[in-house]
């Protein structure tokens, strides 16, 4: 296994919790938590002319501690930041890091419980966070409260129902329902283990219907968009150009009921120039020769099928011509 120190560097307030609770366990681990706290002292040196075994006891006792010592150093040097660094290398024991890192960063003020007593009731859960996350966010913050408080007045610990206090009203507006029903439960399972346990299956909720109803939304948006492909294409049938109805003259016309498409407006541009040919006075067979001459100027440009749907609009319209012969 690796020696090698997994602990994210010290580089300020709000890191040491973390960076206290990993580097006090890593140093457990490789049994020198004592050297570093102050309570396995330097061995004191045996009194002059003591017996060899005396002496060779004491060599063995001091040379552990130093190695103990200089692990514990070196540690410290390699999971601080560059500035922090600079502030221990002057120092010449573990214990004297230690106690500098300590009084620097749980300094017994009033001013420092205040401030993390403001910190404490501003959290709130963000909105892409978790319950687990928001929950260890919160209980973080909450020990360290209690530490400074512990150290602003000996013996004072902070009743655990802040916690779940502060803990219900950090919850967005969608856990409003499950609050009212947590504070309606009986006293004695208001605890908070309960209260995580019951928070992650409400966050499964909420999740799921926001998932239904997005589903949901998908659909009612997509059923509503008017579809892309061409008439012949989306229903299998002719394109509808639009629906007839009667001028006062009896006679029957083309009347649009959508939005034109492109090819409805290559189509009317096409009726456009058949107009000039179909005036007044002008026989259908004699619109019909012209049309003609016309299909071959443009069927270079247009398919067949676009130019037989154009003939087909352009013999109804011809009929809107109220004098011809």
């Known amino acids: 296994m690796s020696d090698k120190l997994k602990i994210k560097p010290l580089s300020g307030e709000e890191s040491w919790s973390k960076y206290k609770f990993q580097i006090?366990?890593?140093?457990?681990?490789k049994?020198?938590?004592?050297?570093?706290?102050g309570e396995e002292l330097q061995p004191d040196p045996p009194a002059q002319g003591a017996a060899d075994d005396v002496v060779r006891v004491y060599k063995a006792n001091l040379k552990t501690w130093k190695i103990g010592n200089n692990t514990a150093m070196d540690m410290f040097s390699t999971s601080v930041s560059d500035d922090y660094l600079e502030q221990i290398m002057v120092l010449g024991s573990a214990k004297e890091i230690w106690e500098y890192l300590v009084n620097s960063f749980e300094r017994k003020t009033a001013h420092r419980a205040e401030g993390l007593m403001a910190e404490f009731w501003s959290l709130s859960m963000n909105p892409d966070e978790s319950v687990n996350a928001y929950v260890m966010r919160m209980k973080e913050k909450w020990a360290r409260l209690n530490e400074a408080a512990v150290h602003q007045q000996a013996n004072t610990v902070l009743p655990d129902f802040f916690l779940m206090i502060r803990t219900l009203t950090g919850l967005p507006p969608a856990y409003d329902t499950f609050v009212a029903i947590w504070n309606g439960a009986p006293e004695d399972e208001r605890t908070y283990a309960n209260l995580l346990d019951r928070l992650i299956v409400e966050e499964q909720r909420i999740q799921k219907n926001a998932s239904v109803a997005k589903a949901a939304a998908f659909v009612t948006t997509n059923?509503?968009?008017?579809s892309s492909?061409?008439?012949t294409e989306a229903t299998g049938s002719?394109?509808?150009w639009g629906k007839k109805a009667e001028t006062k003259s009896g006679k029957s016309t083309i009347q649009l009921?959508?939005?034109p498409s492109p090819s409805y407006q290559r189509m009317a541009k096409f009726c456009t120039l058949a107009s000039f040919v179909a005036t007044r006075g002008?026989?259908?067979?004699?619109?019909?020769?012209?049309?003609?001459k016309l299909v071959l100027r443009t069927s270079s440009t247009q398919p067949v099928p676009e130019i037989r749907?154009?003939?087909h609009f352009v013999a109804h319209a011809w009929q809107r011509f109220p004098a011809r012969g």
Do not use: N
């Not at 006090?24 to 681990?29: G, V």
């Not at 059923?223 to 008017?226: D, T």
């Not at 002008?282 to 003609?292: A, D």
């Open 282 to 292: 002008t026989s259908w067979s004699t619109v019909q020769r012209r049309l003609s």
């Open 24 to 29: 006090s366990c890593a140093l457990k681990r």
């Open 238 to 240: 002719k394109p509808k």
């Open 309 to 311: 749907g154009h003939l």
């Open 229 to 231: 492909k061409p008439a």
């Open 257 to 259: 009921t959508k939005q």
């Open 223 to 226: 059923s509503a968009k008017p």
């Open 31 to 37: 049994d020198i938590w004592e050297i570093v706290t």
